[in-house]
């Protein structure tokens, strides 16, 4: 009596369900996302006896599909917009796609071949789906080393990407807590950043009151103010607003604040202090970055003035008879383009004359129609407040500011530095 042998289909299906159960083994055994992705290409490909693929993400945020590549051993990303290519076309409708030769279909996208320098020809392309139907992912799997893609071949990846998602999905979620929490370390070293740089105390010069404060609308804001005693009866005050939030934006105030300490050190001119902070911001941040500023310099012997406005908030003087002064002169914001000259304003301050020095997160807070705070309303209940300290001004408008946004979060911080002549 002669034992049967399995048929080649049957040890064909055998190899396929122990390739199944090795793929989720391997799938579930790591949250590394690049690992999972390598695993399954690795295991797709070589079970389809194919030469390469690719595993597409959606980014639901862009509108995009992503994948990671190596050209040359270093990794690549390439990214498609929905719809595009046969993979774009693939995760926009859903179904999966066996094309024999790839470069007779009008919907591939060749710029990938060119900048791979790879040559497509046969293509099984096929979206991965979640458990509620919706399509995460796309497999695209190329150039099977002999004849075509089959629909044997088709079943196989559909079985692998049950596990596939969801290792996949694991992986993003463990990815974004990873994210979260390096994102809370870098508001964190942020923040303690932002304090160090900040005044700890208020200079004593004769003849003016000041009060300074600032309040994020994040853990770590953009905006930053300095009090700074000079010689004699001087005091250097400035207020700055930074375009980049977190630690970048707070290791850009610390470069602003060093580089000011030491220019008012050698006493420069405040036109020349501003234009080589400047050419600093412009070589030191990318070109998104830039600082709106405002640099004071009150002398309380002559009881003058003098200031550069670099793209920032007008400060404002207000008279104890009513109405007030707007502080223009200057030029664009520090870091925007090279080689910048600005202009220095100088005005006389009288006896219970107030100077404010404002960041836009003031006179721009919103209430729930979306009103803004505004200029008016800011002039209108400082001038009715000048018999009183520059603290209680502060106190009265971050109050007031406060009530008028109705408890809606911000989108910007709120600083104010305000000085009394007495």
Avoid at 194 to 220: E, W
Avoid at 238 to 255: F, M, P, R
Avoid at 347 to 357: A, D, F, K, R
Wanted: glycine share 8%; hydrophobic share 40%.
């Amino acid at each position: 009596m002669k034992l049967q042998t399995s048929s080649p289909s049957t040890k064909r299906t055998i190899k396929r369900l122990q390739t199944l159960v090795k793929a989720s083994e391997l799938l579930t055994s790591s949250l590394d996302l690049d690992r999972v992705l390598q695993t399954l290409l690795t295991l797709t490909t070589k079970h389809l006896k194919a030469s390469t693929g690719s595993i597409y993400l959606i980014d639901k945020a862009k509108r995009e599909l992503w994948a990671r590549t190596m050209k040359a051993k270093k990794r690549m990303e390439i990214r498609l917009p929905m719809g595009q290519g046969i993979a774009g076309h693939v995760a926009k409708t859903g179904r999966t796609v066996r094309i024999r030769d790839v470069y007779n279909d009008k919907r591939f996208y060749r710029g990938i071949d060119l900048k791979t320098g790879f040559r497509t020809r046969t293509m099984l392309c096929m979206p991965m789906k979640d458990a509620g139907g919706r399509t995460v992912g796309v497999f695209q799997i190329l150039n099977k080393r002999i004849g075509v893609f089959t629909k044997d071949d088709e079943r196989f990846l559909k079985a692998v990407s049950i596990p596939a998602t969801i290792a996949i999905e694991n992986a993003r979620l463990h990815l974004a807590e990873i994210e979260g929490q390096k994102m809370a370390r870098e508001l964190e070293l942020a923040a303690a950043i932002q304090q160090q740089i900040l005044p700890k105390s208020i200079p004593h010069i004769n003849g003016v009151q000041i009060s300074a404060m600032t309040r994020p609308c994040r853990a770590v804001g953009g905006d930053f103010y300095d009090l700074v005693p000079l010689e004699e009866d001087k005091v250097a005050l400035a207020i700055a607003d930074v375009s980049g939030k977190g630690i970048s934006g707070a290791l850009l105030v610390s470069t602003f604040q060093a580089a000011l300490h030491a220019y008012l050190e050698f006493a420069l001119p405040l036109t020349e202090i501003a234009s080589r902070l400047n050419s600093i911001i412009y070589e030191d941040s990318t070109s998104e970055s830039f600082i709106t500023c405002v640099l004071c310099v009150y002398e309380a012997r002559t009881r003058k003035l003098r200031y550069v406005n670099a793209g920032h908030n007008y400060p404002i003087v207000f008279k104890p008879t009513g109405g007030f002064v707007q502080l223009e002169a200057g030029g664009i914001g520090l870091g925007m383009i090279p080689d910048v000259r600005y202009t220095e304003g100088e005005i006389q301050l009288n006896g219970s004359e107030l100077l404010l020095l404002y960041t836009d997160g003031v006179t721009e807070a919103m209430n729930r129609t979306q009103d803004l705070y505004g200029e008016t309303r800011l002039c209108t209940q400082i001038s009715n407040l000048l018999s009183c300290g520059p603290g209680e001004i502060e106190t009265h408008i971050v109050n007031d500011v406060e009530s008028f946004s109705e408890g809606i979060p911000q989108v910007d911080d709120c600083t104010m530095v305000l000085m009394k002549v007495t």
